[in-house]
């Protein structure tokens, strides 16, 4: 059964950075290009990052760009996110998703996703 689970997030004062990670299991991880969603309360979940199967290719979104980077290893069935130089607006649960391609949308992200990890960025 794939599962994906994510880990690393937590609170932490705005400027500051976190790294979150995205184990996944029971799936043939090169397979698949992997996203990282957030979703804050009240709002939609939208679109983070987004990495190709073997990490030729990356998509962000303008909010997250140029503080983030999407990274992955295959070897360790493992996509990470590092967030830099964050603000309370970039407080959400995370997720991380599978899909068939390098896309923007979620709903390209339909495969398989993790559960979430809270980031709370404070002022």
């Known amino acids: 059964q794939a599962q994906l689970l994510e880990s690393g997030g937590g609170l932490v004062q705005a400027g500051g950075s976190l790294r979150l990670s995205c184990a996944a299991s029971?799936?043939?991880?090169?397979?698949?290009?992997m996203g990282w969603f957030r979703q804050a309360p009240g709002k939609e979940r939208e679109f983070v990052a987004s990495?190709?199967?073997?990490?030729?290719?990356?998509y962000y979104s303008d909010s997250v760009k140029g503080r983030f980077t999407i990274s992955r290893d295959n070897e360790k069935n493992t996509v990470y996110l590092q967030m830099s130089s964050l603000t309370p607006e970039d407080t959400a649960v995370y997720s991380c998703?599978?899909?068939?391609?390098?896309?923007?949308?979620?709903?390209?992200?339909?495969?398989?996703w993790g559960q979430g990890t809270q980031v709370t960025v404070s002022s």
């Open positions: 990495i190709s199967r073997y990490g030729g290719g990356t």
């Open positions: 029971g799936l043939i991880f090169s397979n698949y290009a």
């Open positions: 998703a599978a899909g068939n391609l390098l896309s923007r949308k979620v709903a390209d992200f339909g495969l398989y």
